[in-house]
C-alpha cells in the first residue's frame, strides 16, 4: 500500500502562482509513475500531467503546456506541481495518483492510489 498526501492549494489571484506537493508513504521502494488531476466543480475529473518513475519524461493536458511543471525528489518520496500563470479555469480539486508501472497514462482509471486531494481556487 502506498498513502499519498497532497498539499500547497490555497486562493491565488490569477496570473499568480502555486507549487503543489504530493508526498508518498508506505511502499514506496516499489517503482510508480505519478500523475496530477483535478476536478472543478460539476465537471469530470481531468488530467493535468504526469511523470515516469525516473523523472525522464513528463506528460502534460493541452490546457496547462508552458504553464504548469511536474516534478519528483525520489530521495524525498515527493511529487510536485509548480502551477504558473495560473488562471480562474484552472480552479479546482487537485488529487495526486500514483501507478504501479513505471510508465504513467492519462486516464485516472489506470492509477491505483490516490491522495485526498488540495483544492485551489484562482480568483479574477
Known amino acids: 500500500q502506498v498513502q499519498l498526501v497532497e498539499s500547497g492549494g490555497g486562493l491565488v489571484q490569477a496570473g499568480g502562482s502555486l507549487r503543489l506537493s504530493c508526498a508518498a508513504s508506505?511502499?514506496?521502494?516499489?517503482?510508480?509513475?505519478m500523475g496530477w488531476f483535478r476536478q472543478a466543480p460539476g465537471k469530470e475529473q481531468d488530467f493535468v500531467a504526469a511523470?515516469?518513475?525516473?523523472?525522464?519524461?513528463?506528460y502534460y493536458a493541452d490546457s496547462v503546456k508552458g504553464r504548469f511543471t511536474i516534478s519528483r525528489d525520489i530521495a524525498k518520496n515527493t511529487v510536485y506541481l509548480q502551477m504558473n500563470s495560473l488562471k480562474p479555469e484552472d480552479t479546482a480539486v487537485y488529487y495526486c495518483?500514483?501507478?504501479?508501472?513505471?510508465?504513467?497514462?492519462?486516464?485516472?482509471?489506470?492509477?491505483?492510489?490516490w491522495g485526498q486531494g488540495t483544492q485551489v481556487t484562482v480568483s479574477s
Open positions: 511523470i515516469t518513475w525516473t523523472g525522464a519524461t513528463t
Open positions: 508506505g511502499r514506496t521502494n516499489s517503482m510508480y509513475a
Open positions: 495518483a500514483a501507478r504501479r508501472i513505471v510508465i504513467p497514462t492519462t486516464s485516472q482509471y489506470d492509477y491505483d492510489y
